[in-house]
């Protein structure tokens, strides 16, 4: 098992940052890939961003490339987003997950998930 917990979501203006934390607990050296995903009311949990644990390869969804950087310290055992240049659009539940298989965007790839964090941007 491996347990997952998100941090550092919160209210921020239209343009401003955020970055949030997801610390593992558990089985983590079984991890293959850790991500994150979100949520906006009445719509679908759709795929953001993905790191490998080991080689620290990166995918992100179009939607934030370029305003967004995943990043992991593996000896905190800790997976990062740095959100830029936030937008009203990007205001979602934030998840924060892990894969045993590989990097995937898709999220029935993914075999542990967080509770979740709340984003809110305000235009």
């Known amino acids: 098992q491996v347990q997952l917990v998100e941090s550092g979501g919160g209210l921020v203006q239209a343009g401003g940052s955020l970055r949030l934390s997801c610390a593992a607990s558990?089985?983590?050296?079984?991890?293959?890939?850790m991500g994150w995903f979100r949520q906006a009311p009445g719509k679908e949990r759709e795929f953001v961003a993905a790191?490998?644990?080991?080689?620290?390869?990166?995918y992100y969804a179009d939607s934030v490339k370029g305003r967004s950087t995943i990043s992991r310290d593996n000896a905190k055992n800790t997976v990062y987003l740095q959100m830029n240049s936030l937008k009203p659009e990007d205001t979602a539940v934030y998840y924060c997950?892990?894969?045993?298989?590989?990097?995937?965007?898709?999220?029935?790839?993914?075999?542990?998930w967080g509770q979740g964090t709340q984003v809110t941007v305000s235009s």
């Open positions: 997950t892990s894969s045993t298989r590989r990097l995937s965007i898709l999220h029935y790839d993914y075999d542990y």
């Open positions: 558990g089985r983590t050296f079984s991890s293959a890939a």
């Open positions: 790191i490998t644990w080991s080689g620290g390869s990166t």
